[in-house]
């Protein structure tokens, strides 16, 4: 186990740069997860993190070693990637053993680490099979048995569960959570689903456009998103924002003119700019601002409806069955405490 | 009266016709589907692999039928010390050739398979060996190799190394490695581009992970990259092994033979027996000859290189 440092580390493809300069802090033992739409540098700074790309400027440190220049095999680390990377003639004990064998360990050796790695991910009665012979989410656990045998320092993850049909994802998912609960190995785990990010991790950073948005904890930033963006991506399904303005007696006026409540104001001043963001579930049926319905998506427990209010599209979740037919009007109220404020220009956060 | 009349006890229903059976099973639409393709390689395939056999059985000679001898022709041969040099020298040929050519295809397509500049450049020029036409070809190197104009005698002579041309084709030895190297020259592309293409078929990630389960470079070739290979080189080195050790023209261009049938193959010398020599029957028994080394070579590849446990399907 040991701490990563990111450290103002930039990536630059010839006279494009990818990453801006980016600083994490890695407690040892934190599970953190990389989180962001496609192309917004998450993998790339992975892959830096496990030796497969090289640095451009800025230091990685795994512990207080700072491995900018060190080969992938050198850095202690273990990777399971998002197409699992089995070798396919090798056999699933052969596939777990293959860095043992290679650092010049005996067979006995080796078999005696295969097998405790393969009784905790379930795969004991599978080591004689061949990649090919596993399904989805066996191969999955083989990848990751690969990396448990190694016992490394750190943990790496590049979207492995994004091959998986959505039952058995979320199944990995708390088999990996659980895993990480048992080794208490530092772990880096890149997914671009925020429900994984949210559900497995102890630190999410939430990257766009190859910046940092925002480091913290899921719940965190789920209540304090510290802008525009934070605010849309965490969250399913998301926040809603209406444009606007704050008014004289403190309400904040839609484009519209539907008037809104706000709590604290924070540091909005009366007549700028503002991006007025509401959760779902801050939505309760039965108040005075009216949302115009245009579908209802009953689930059984609760119920989607997404309509338009000050003249923006939303969506409330609602723990009552609503059965306003579409086109008809729910009267809403909202929760003040849970508004949040953003500057529309800057997309900064506003409130505290 | 129709045939869509309502079936009745007394009018038992009439057995449809061959033609609609047929058509009507699964079986018997494939037989007819695949009917034209056979016919095909009836004619063009079986029948002069037939007549070859045959008269390799026969005392035809040409501008005369001839009538069975059974296994007198090959009898005659088994004691031919030139059938037994060509046979050395086909295996010769084909060993040191389809090994060099192995090596060297490989070593390229691992070049190619990298992020070079111009990759699809050279990825184009390297085939251009295999597309002239080999007699064009073979005649260049003719020139190459001509005992006074060779351009590889007048660099060395100007370097100092030697002080008279090489008898590239003059000499028995030299004349065996030249048409080695002609040949090396024209095989590369084909396994060169074929490797790539298996090459290719390989996973990036397999040797990422690999170099992070800390695997050398050459560890991560030998123990990776070459085993994923084997399937794609089984086929391609037997491809290559057949066409080495049926080659034809390459020598028939530079050498014919000569000198003193150092470098007669199998095939040049049924050629030479049969059509300027007029023996059609001892011509055709030397090509059968040629027929067990070519299975054997088949047999090996299948049996030995291509069927692997990991690749077949599910249990």
């Not at chain 1, 809104?260 to 039965?286: K, N």
């Not at chain 2, 009018?11 to 034209?36: C, K, Q, W």
């Not at chain 2, 028995?172 to 074929?194: E, T």
């Amino acid at each position: 186990m040991a701490s990563v440092t990111i450290d103002d580390v930039r990536k630059s493809y010839g006279a494009v740069e990818v990453l801006h300069g980016v600083s994490i802090p890695i407690e040892e033992g934190e599970f953190v997860v990389l989180v962001g739409p496609s192309g917004c540098g998450k993998s790339t700074l992975l892959r830096m993190l496990a030796g497969l790309e090289h640095i451009t400027s800025g230091r990685i440190l795994i512990g207080d070693r700072v491995v900018n220049d060190l080969p992938p095999k050198d850095r202690d680390i273990a990777m399971v990637f998002q197409n699992y990377a089995l070798y396919p003639h090798l056999t699933v004990a052969e596939n777990m053993g293959f860095s043992l064998k290679l650092a010049g360990e005996k067979r006995p050796a080796i078999a005696e680490k295969v097998r405790p790695a393969a009784e905790i991910l379930g795969l004991a009665h599978l080591l004689d099979r061949y990649p090919r012979m596993l399904s989805g989410g066996q191969r999955q656990r083989v990848a990751m048995g690969r990396a448990i045998v190694r016992d490394p320092q750190v943990f790496l993850f590049d979207e492995p569960l994004s091959n998986l049909d959505a039952k058995l994802r979320v199944s990995m998912r708390t088999e990996i959570k659980n895993l990480h609960q048992r080794l208490q190995t530092t772990t880096v785990y890149v997914t671009h689903d925020q429900i994984e990010a949210m559900t497995m991790a102890d630190k999410i950073v939430v990257m766009h456009d190859g910046i940092v948005e925002q480091i913290g904890a899921p719940l965190d930033l789920y209540d304090r998103p510290a802008n525009l963006f934070v605010a849309g991506f965490i969250g399913s399904p998301a926040m809603s924002m209406i444009p606007g303005t704050l008014a004289e007696d403190g309400a904040f006026a839609a484009a519209d003119g539907t008037r809104l409540p706000v709590g604290d104001t924070g540091t909005a001043r009366a007549g700028q700019p503002l991006v007025y963001g509401v959760r779902p579930e801050a939505m309760t049926p039965g108040g005075s601002i009216p949302l115009t319905v245009e579908v209802t998506e009953p689930t059984g427990s609760e119920t989607y409806v997404v309509g338009r209010m000050g003249g923006t599209a939303i969506t409330g979740v609602f723990r009552e069955r609503i059965t306003v037919s579409p086109g008809g009007t729910l009267p809403i109220g909202i929760d003040p405490a849970a508004v949040h404020l953003f500057d529309a220009a800057s997309g900064q956060r506003l409130t505290r | 009266m129709s045939s869509t009349s309502v079936r009745t006890d007394d009018a038992p229903r009439r057995r449809p016709g061959l033609l609609t059976r047929m058509i009507e099973s699964r079986n018997g639409l494939g037989f007819l589907f695949m009917l034209p393709a056979g016919i095909f390689l009836l004619f063009f395939l079986t029948y002069p692999l037939g007549l070859g056999v045959w008269l390799g059985f026969t005392d035809t000679k040409i501008g005369r039928s001839g009538i069975f001898v059974g296994l007198e022709n090959y009898r005659w041969l088994f004691d031919d010390p030139v059938f037994w040099l060509a046979v050395f020298n086909t295996l010769f040929y084909t060993v040191f050739a389809s090994v060099a050519k192995f090596a060297l295809g490989l070593w390229l397509a691992m070049l190619l398979n990298r992020h070079l500049p111009f990759k699809n450049f050279f990825r184009a020029i390297i085939l251009l060996p295999w597309v002239v036409p080999t007699v064009l070809s073979a005649m260049a190197f003719w020139w190459i190799f001509d005992s006074q104009f060779s351009i590889i005698s007048w660099v060395l002579m100007r370097i100092g190394l030697i002080d008279q041309p090489i008898n590239f084709l003059g000499d028995p030895w030299n004349a065996r490695w030249s048409v080695i190297a002609a040949n090396i020259w024209r095989g590369i592309p084909f396994v060169a581009i074929s490797l790539l293409a298996g090459l290719q078929t390989i996973p990036q990630s397999l040797n990422e992970a690999a170099a992070i389960d800390g695997a050398t470079p050459w560890q991560r070739f030998t123990k990776v990259t070459l085993p994923l290979l084997t399937p794609i080189i089984a086929v391609v080195m037997t491809f290559s092994v057949l066409f080495t050790f049926t080659d034809f023209q390459l020598i028939y261009v530079l050498t014919r033979g000569g000198p003193v049938n150092a470098t007669h193959l199998m095939a040049t010398l049924s050629f030479q027996r049969a059509i300027p020599g007029g023996q059609l029957g001892e011509g055709a028994a030397i090509a059968v000859a040629m027929i067990p080394f070519l299975l054997a070579a088949i047999l090996f590849s299948f049996f030995g290189l291509q069927r692997r446990k990991w690749q077949q399907g599910n249990d």
